[in-house]
Nanobody, 118 residues
Framework: VQLQASGGGLVQPGGSLRLSCAAS????????MGWYRQAPGKQRELVAT???????NIVGSVKGRFTISRGDAKNTVWLQMNSLKAEDTAIYYC?????????????WGQGTQVTVSS
């Protein structure tokens, strides 16, 4: 499975960005895609996930500000980020997991930088 992420950039506090991730390759029908992020000097952390049926999990720190969704073809995932804060600055990674996998994540995208600064 290959994951191609895009949409990062520089935005002012309070602004919005939309990240996209397109999956290709041997995609299982039952899967979970999502976004993680890693800020400088910190460990990579979960942001949000979405299953092939549309069930979502969004961590508390971004709940109410970030929304995760999937396209009709189910192979594209978006992360809509609103009311961005400086602490949202990080490299954002798209993720993919086969439902039956024992791993938290099976494949990672290349990462896209999000910088929130005035």
């Amino acid at each position: 499975v290959q994951l191609q992420a895009s949409g990062g950039g520089l935005v002012q506090p309070g602004g919005s960005l939309r990240l996209s991730c397109a999956a290709s390759g041997s995609i299982f029908a039952i899967n979970v895609m999502g976004w993680y992020r890693q800020a400088p000097g910190k460990q990579r952390e979960l942001v949000a996930t979405i299953t092939n049926t549309g069930a979502t999990n969004i961590v508390g720190s971004v709940k109410g500000r970030f929304t995760i969704s999937r396209g009709d073809a189910k192979n594209t995932v978006w992360l809509q980020m609103n009311s961005l804060k400086a602490e949202d600055t990080a490299i954002y990674y798209c993720s993919y997991k086969n439902w039956a996998s024992a791993s938290e994540v099976d494949y990672w995208g290349q990462g896209t930088q999000v910088t929130v600064s005035s």
